[in-house]
């Protein structure tokens, strides 16, 4: 299986491209130092015989996304919309879409596909946006595509905004951490698990275009991350909190994700505590 990744020096993208290298699977980049940019549509003309391409690149920041949301919807668009013209020209079939999360406050709980889009930030607007042109694409070019949503994925030097690194770092600089919100929860999914289902879809590819719900089924406060934390590191943390660095945050996000468990045969198989003690040691965290 020869494989195209978009963002693959990026956090998904590095953890995924190892972890290829151990499969039965070829990479296939522009360069072997450097990555294709996803807006220079010319670049794409010199990537050859490709089975699969998995589609990562993009701007994630959802406080630049705020505030320049330009940037934003013009890379996550055009670039979503160059991969999809590139798979279409060379007549490749197999495309995985990384989405994320795309339905704001929730009706109900646990989150399934069918539940209503209400995209809160213009990065998650930019990512239906995208998700649509693969679904068009799908039709009209017989494309097979899958879009995954993950809800929060973690791991190994994630980037440093996300909530799990951002209290690492604040953890190794301060000795302290500052939340927003004292109950606000997350699905916290190890970036391993992700990984090992993108490892499933690409050896048992479904026809047409279809959508997943990723997470690990159950969520947990932030104020819980921190309290496990304390107890891999046997330390007290203080915490200080400031409704001001979140306002308007979503309290409550859990996935329901039967249908892409069934559709795969995959479960997640690494619980919020061994997850973070990977990524704590990782850091130099814990102590020998």
């Not at 934003?72 to 670039?79: Q, S, V």
């Not at 919309?81 to 339905?103: C, G, M, Q």
């Not at 279809?210 to 590191?233: A, F, K, P, R, T």
Request: aromatic share 10%; proline share 4%; net charge positive.
């Amino acid at each position: 299986m020869r494989v195209f990744i978009t963002g693959n020096k990026g956090f998904i993208g590095t953890n995924l491209t190892k972890r290829l290298k151990n499969e039965k699977a070829i990479l296939i980049s522009y360069q072997e130092n450097d990555s294709i940019d996803i807006l220079n549509k010319n670049l794409f003309s010199f990537v050859k015989d490709v089975d699969t391409i998995i589609h990562l690149a993009a701007k994630t920041s959802i406080k630049n996304a705020i505030n320049t949301p330009y940037d934003t919807y013009y890379t996550n668009i055009l670039g979503t919309l160059n991969v999809l013209d590139f798979a279409r020209s060379r007549n490749i079939k197999n495309i995985i879409n990384i989405s994320t999360y795309v339905y704001g406050t929730p009706l109900y709980l646990p989150i399934d596909e069918k539940h209503a889009l209400n995209p809160h930030t213009p990065y998650n607007k930019s990512k239906i946006i995208s998700e649509n042109l693969c679904k068009h694409y799908s039709q009209d070019y017989g494309l097979n595509v899958v879009t995954l949503r993950p809800f929060y994925i973690y791991g190994p030097f994630a980037n440093s905004s996300t909530f799990i690194s951002s209290i690492i770092k604040q953890i190794k600089e301060n000795g302290k951490v500052i939340l927003s919100q004292k109950l606000t929860k997350r699905d916290f999914l190890f970036v391993e698990d992700f990984i090992n289902l993108l490892i499933k879809i690409l050896t048992n590819f479904p026809s047409g275009y279809n959508v997943y719900n990723v997470g690990y089924g159950e969520s947990h406060s932030l104020e819980e991350v921190i309290q496990i934390v304390e107890e891999i590191l046997n330390l007290r943390i203080p915490i200080i909190y400031d409704k001001k660095l979140r306002p308007n945050d979503i309290t409550d996000m859990i996935a329901d994700i039967k249908k892409v468990s069934k559709s795969f045969d995959w479960i997640p198989l690494i619980n919020i505590k061994n997850g973070l003690k990977i990524t704590l040691d990782s850091y130099g965290l814990c102590k020998k």
